[in-house]
Each structure stands twice: as structure tokens, then as C-alpha cells.
């Protein structure tokens, strides 16, 4: 039987006042749209379970149309018929787009790009963190929004802004250089600290005061890569506090609900260190969108959502955006195929989401994203889309007693950090434009292939308990980290670190003494020189496996070879190591594997670790459990053609059936199961 509970019930989820169940739903423009639109709109929301919607992220244009002047009656008519149709909002400040007023008025509040030519008006995201005028005109939408809504009784929590960063990542302006000089200053206390850390004496780039540093504007041959990483963390900062401003003036005005901001997570380096802002944010909400060109997509959705639980701390996060169908902004923009949009928003769910929601409620007619995807496309609903819609609606409603569980704790932690890519792309390198981040999603990829579940934890994660912790490609380990990663090895976990990990310390300088400098004792072993391979070169290891990318020449201090190169200059050379340390081990992997020699090593390590399998699941078939209030529900998700059988035992909550002991699941479909 299916037990509805109440949200109230269910401590835990941040989301637990502001939506009973998982929410549903996307953002919602009424501004594009007349009132008999909007009318059928909540016709067509309540049809499909809609329960939340996000208001007025673009709308700033249309409820402040000169400076000072406030058009509320269109948003006031729009929030009253939704709450009276029952759906919540989340409401936004509509910061992400100023209007063109307030840029006719205020150029200079433009951001500036590192040639030092200033963005013009149009577009979104255009405006500089760092200016005054901009804090102040912004604040104050922010602050007669919430002295109007705050008590609204359908705004259930707040959005400020959007995608933060993805389109003013970094300002090159003089006023962001005067930020990024007192950022500096608070940092390093002394120019001389600062010369220290950004090793200046290198091209006699010393600086006599920090009022002769800028931001780094375009030159020809590159700059210092500590002035780099330190311009991406002020930057990251500039945007945060902004992201602080508008959260602070929603609280002073009467706010009481979350509020909330989406973030931009992938396995690429995000715009912006959310490891800081994730305590900042009351309920960790993510835009993911699948890349057409993957044919792994799947697989980088799973990464890439359990990478938003590790900045949630293994809680529930939000998924604030995704898509039904194509998108316009890559360049062969794919639709999904029959049901994917259910399969990808049951995967966010399953891996921690408390609520499936889409860019956006109804296909633009007009404006820069005329051809996306959206619930109600351009045709209407007599399309597949909107009877998917329909059809996910009814899901999430069947299985809205998961709500509030959470994802159960995995054996394997893969550790990735947002700086430590920065700090990579930042000046030349051995293997230039290489993207060590993809090395976390292989490992994860492997893991789940084992049915091994693999938490994904930013650098500030908590390391405890776990039996296998990856260091995937974290070219940047301060001391405090690596310090951190050695007591969880002599605590008894199995350490497995990379080639390209460790490399570099906080300032972005090498850590001296061999290759990774950061694990050099914990690993006993040490690379002496890089040797990265040509595109159509590779090299043999002495099992069997292959070596391409990368390698490495490595000296054994105090750790056995587990496996050596069998070819090339290496020939004989340790490429993969093991050192057991107090009651654990440390590996290191000085050759970058290809696909088959990765996924031998992740058996190696597993091994070691004595981590099992939680789940025998057929290929293509991605499961994953979530806990909690005495009950544990497994989710099933088939990414094959074809129909597949597993052993459970249970209530199958989306056909509301028993199920056990085997339970199949049709081609591209998904179940649900409350075992037991
Ligand atoms: C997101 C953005 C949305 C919409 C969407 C299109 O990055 O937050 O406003 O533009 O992309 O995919």
C-alpha cells in the first residue's frame, strides 16, 4: 500500500515547509504571456501535479519599468491564482537580468572583460559584483520584493538571482581591481606576503605595494598562476557576497522561508568554490543539463547529482533546472528520447533531489530561448513531451513518501575540488587543456558499474567512516587536506591518488621534493618527471593494461610496486604503488589508464578496501537507495532498450504493486520499491 505522510513528518529535507512531497514543476515567466494564457496555465499545472514553481527570475524589466517606479498588479494577480490553485513559489529577485533603464543610467555598472572592454547592455548576468551603484539598485529590488511577498502565503522560499557567475564569472573593471587590491590585502596582510606566495621574483614581477596590483587584464604571455587562482577566488567571493547582500536584505525585509540560489554543477570546475558558499545557501539547489554530444549522459547526470549531495552533506538538495527535451545553447542540440526526461529527473531523485524541476513551465515564443525546451512546448499538449510531463507528475506524486530520506552512505568517497581545477587551468602545464576533472566521473563510473555507490565530496567533506577515498585529479592539496587524507589512511581507509593530484599547494606553487609533493610520504613514493604521451601514443603495463596521456617516472622510497611500466622509457619503472600505512594503505597511480586499465585498478583498490558490491544489477541498469524513518526504498532505473529483472522484495510505489522476489522493470522505464 502506498502510505502518503506528510511533509511535516520528515525532518531533514529543507524543503519540508515549502512543498508536501517531491516538488514539481519549473520556472514559470507569466510575464511572456496574457492573463487567458495564464489562465490556462494553472488548468494545465494542477493536470500535471505541478507543486512549485519559480517567479520573476527575468522580470525586473516588467515590475520596476523606470527607476523607482513598481508595477506589482500582474505579479500580485499571478501569485494569488496559484496559491489558490494550491501550487507554492519561489520567488525571485530578479537580479540576473537588470533592465535596460538602469544600464542606460549606469554604464559603468557593466562588467569588463580582460581586454578591458566593457559589456554593453541586453543580455543577462551584465553587471559587476563589485559596484556600489549596482549593490545598491539591486538590493533594493530585492527589498521591495520581500517587503511586498515575504508574507505572500505562496511564496514558500526565495531564489535570489541566477546562475550566479554564468555570465559574470570575473570583471576586469578598475572598481573589481580595487575589490580584488583590498581582498588581497585582507588575505596576505603584507605585499611581501603576497610576493611569497605569487612567487614574484619570477620575471621580476615583484610588487612594491598592493596598490600597483590589478585585476589580470590580457597580456600577451600569460600571467603569474597565483595571481590567476587568487583572481578566480576573489571573483568567486565578489559574487558570493553579492549573493549574501540580496540573501541578508530578503531576511531584514521579513523573509522567513529558505532562500535559496542555483548553482552550476558538472565535473568541470564550477564559476564559482561552492564548497564556501554551500553553508551559505539554505537548501543546495543545482541546473543540471545533459550534454548532446555524451554518449554517456546518464552517467555524468549520476556524477554529477552525487556531487550535489557532497556539497548538500549527504542531504537533500533541490534540482532546480533541468530540461524535457532540447536545449538551444549547444551546437547540435539533442531532444531526449522517450522517456528520458522521467529516467533523468527519477536519477536526480534517487540520488538525493527532493524535487524534479525545469527551465521552464512553457515554450518562449519570442527572446533568446525561443527554441528550448520546455514543459508545454510550442505545439501544446497533444505532443509526447506533455504527456511525459503528465506522466512524471504522477510519479513523483506516487512516490512522494521518499521525500525527507536520504541517500544511504557509501563505502567510497571521490573527492573533488572547484579551486584545484582552477588552479590547473591556470598557466601552461605539462599537458595543456587536459581535463584531469574527468578523471572523478571515470572512477565513479567504475564503481557503479561494480554497484559499489561512490559519495562525491567537496574538500571540505567529512572523511570519516569511509573504506576507499579517491583522489582524483585534485591538482591543488593544501596542507590541512593532505594532512586530513594521511590520518583517514592510518585510520584504516584505503587512499587511491592519481598522477595529477597534490601537485601544487594554495598558492598554486609546486610542492617540492617529487611529484605529488602534497602525498609524497604518505605514498612512499615519488615522480621525478612527467612524461605525457602524444595523442596516438601509448604505453604497456606489465598487466596487461595501458597507459595513455600520462605518465610518470617514479622512485620507490617505501612502497611496493604493484605494477610497472612494460614499455617505452619507463620500461621497468613502478606505475602503480601500494604503501600500507598504519591501518589502512595509500595507492598512487602515476599513469594516466585507459578505460579497461582503469576499471582493473578500481578492482585492485576495492579489493583492498574489502568494499563489496550493495547491488547486482544487470548492465545499463543504475540503482540506488534511500533511507530513512525505518524505511529503505530502492530506485531502479533502466537505461536499456530492453526489459530487466533484479531481486527485490517489496511495494513498488509508482504501480502500487508487491513486487518479489524479482521485480522487472520495462525498457527505459524506472520503479520505486519500499522493501521490506
Ligand atoms: C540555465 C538558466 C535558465 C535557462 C537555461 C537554459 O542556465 O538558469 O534561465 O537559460 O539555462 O538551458
Redesign the pocket.
Known amino acids: 500500500m502506498n502510505i502518503p505522510r506528510a511533509v511535516g513528518e520528515m525532518p531533514g529535507s529543507p524543503l519540508h515547509d515549502v512543498v508536501t512531497g517531491i516538488a514539481f514543476g519549473g520556472?514559470y515567466n507569466p510575464e511572456q504571456w496574457s492573463l487567458e494564457v495564464w489562465e490556462e496555465d494553472i488548468r494545465l499545472m494542477r493536470e500535471a501535479q505541478v507543486s512549485l514553481v519559480t517567479v520573476g527570475?527575468f522580470s525586473w524589466g516588467e515590475i520596476e519599468r523606470a527607476d523607482g517606479e513598481w508595477e506589482f498588479e500582474w505579479l500580485d494577480t499571478v501569485l494569488d491564482m496559484l496559491h489558490e490553485a494550491g501550487i507554492a513559489v519561489d520567488l525571485a529577485t530578479p537580479t540576473a537580468s537588470p533592465p535596460i533603464w538602469l544600464h542606460q543610467a549606469h554604464p559603468d555598472i557593466l562588467p569588463m572583460d580582460a581586454r578591458g572592454i566593457r559589456f554593453h547592455q541586453g543580455g543577462r548576468l551584465q553587471w559587476c559584483p563589485s559596484s556600489p551603484v549596482w549593490r545598491e539598485y539591486s538590493t533594493r529590488v530585492a527589498r521591495v520584493l520581500a517587503e511586498r511577498y515575504a508574507v505572500h502565503p505562496a511564496v514558500r522560499m526565495w531564489h535570489v538571482s541566477?546562475?550566479l557567475g554564468?555570465g559574470n564569472r570575473r570583471c576586469y573593471c578598475p572598481v573589481s581591481s580595487a575589490h580584488f587590491r583590498r581582498w588581497l590585502a585582507d588575505r596576505y596582510g603584507t605585499v611581501d606576503a603576497l610576493n611569497a606566495a605569487w612567487g614574484t621574483a619570477f620575471w621580476g614581477h615583484r610588487y612594491g605595494s598592493f596598490d600597483q596590483v590589478t585585476a589580470p587584464l590580457d597580456s600577451e604571455s600569460g600571467h603569474n598562476p597565483g595571481l590567476l587562482l587568487d583572481f578566480d577566488r576573489f571573483s568567486s567571493d565578489a559574487l558570493l557576497a553579492q549573493f549574501r547582500a540580496e540573501r541578508d536584505t530578503l531576511r531584514a525585509a521579513g523573509v522567513t522561508t529558505p532562500i535559496t540560489t542555483?548553482l552550476?554543477i558538472k565535473p568541470e570546475p564550477a564559476v564559482a568554490d561552492y564548497a564556501s558558499w554551500a553553508p551559505e545557501l539554505d537548501v543546495i539547489a543545482n541546473?543540471h543539463?545533459t550534454i548532446s554530444r555524451d554518449p554517456h549522459r546518464e552517467r555524468e547526470l549520476s556524477f554529477s547529482a552525487d556531487r550535489t549531495r557532497g556539497l548538500a552533506g549527504g542531504g537533500q538538495w533541490l534540482l532546480m533546472?533541468h530540461?524535457t527535451g532540447a536545449?538551444n545553447?549547444q551546437v547540435r542540440n539533442r531532444s531526449k528520447s522517450p522517456g528520458e526526461l522521467i529516467r533523468n529527473s527519477i536519477q536526480h531523485v534517487a540520488r538525493g533531489a527532493d524535487g524534479a524541476l525545469f527551465?521552464?513551465w512553457r515554450a518562449s515564443r519570442a527572446g533568446g530561448?525561443q527554441f528550448?525546451s520546455a514543459m508545454v512546448p510550442h505545439a501544446g499538449t497533444r505532443t509526447r513531451i506533455w504527456r511525459e510531463v503528465v506522466q512524471l507528475g504522477e510519479i513523483l506524486r506516487a512516490i512522494g513518501e521518499v521525500a525527507g530520506t536520504r541517500v544511504e552512505r557509501a563505502d567510497v568517497a571521490i573527492l573533488v575540488d572547484d579551486i584545484a581545477g582552477w588552479a590547473w587551468q591556470a598557466g601552461g602545464k605539462p599537458l595543456n587543456g587536459y581535463p584531469i576533472w574527468a578523471d572523478a566521473p571515470r572512477w565513479h563510473a567504475c564503481f557503479n558499474e561494480l554497484g559499489i555507490p561512490a559519495d562525491v565530496i567537496p574538500r571540505t567533506g567529512d572523511l570519516d567512516g569511509y573504506r576507499l577515498i579517491v583522489i582524483p585529479g585534485v591538482y591543488l592539496v593544501d596542507a590541512a587536506l593532505a594532512s586530513r587524507i594521511a590520518d583517514a589512511a592510518r585510520h584504516g581507509a584505503v587512499v587511491a591518488v592519481t598522477a595529477t593530484s597534490g601537485i601544487v599547494d594554495e598558492t598554486n606553487a609546486v610542492i617540492l621534493g617529487g611529484y605529488p609533493g602534497a602525498f609524497r610520504e604518505l605514498l612512499g613514493a615519488f615522480a621525478e618527471e612527467f612524461l605525457v604521451l602524444q595523442e596516438h601514443e601509448d604505453t604497456a603495463l606489465d598487466d596487461g593494461g595501458r597507459a595513455v596521456d600520462w605518465t610518470a617516472s617514479v622512485e620507490v622510497e617505501n612502497a611496493e610496486t604493484i605494477v610497472s611500466y612494460a614499455d617505452g622509457p619507463l620500461r621497468g619503472r613502478p606505475a602503480l604503488t601500494r604503501r600500507s600505512v598504519g591501518a589502512g594503505a595509500a595507492w598512487y597511480l602515476s599513469a594516466q589508464p585507459d578505460d579497461a586499465t582503469l576499471a582493473t585498478v578500481v578492482a585492485r583498490v576495492v579489493a583492498d578496501a574489502d568494499v563489496r558490491g550493495r547491488f547486482a544489477a544487470p548492465e545499463g541498469v543504475e540503482v540506488v537507495r534511500r533511507s530513512g524513518r525505518g524505511e529503505r526504498y530502492l530506485f531502479v532505473i533502466n537505461h536499456n532498450a530492453h526489459e530487466i529483472s533484479l531481486e527485490v522484495h517489496g511495494h513498488e510505489l509508482i504501480a502500487g504493486i508487491d513486487v518479489g522476489p524479482t521485480l522487472t522493470v520495462a525498457g527505459g522505464s524506472v520503479a520505486v520499491v519500499r522493501e521490506g
Open positions: 520556472d527570475v541566477n546562475e554564468g542555483n552550476m541546473d543539463y533546472e530540461s536545449v545553447w527551465f521552464q530561448e528550448h
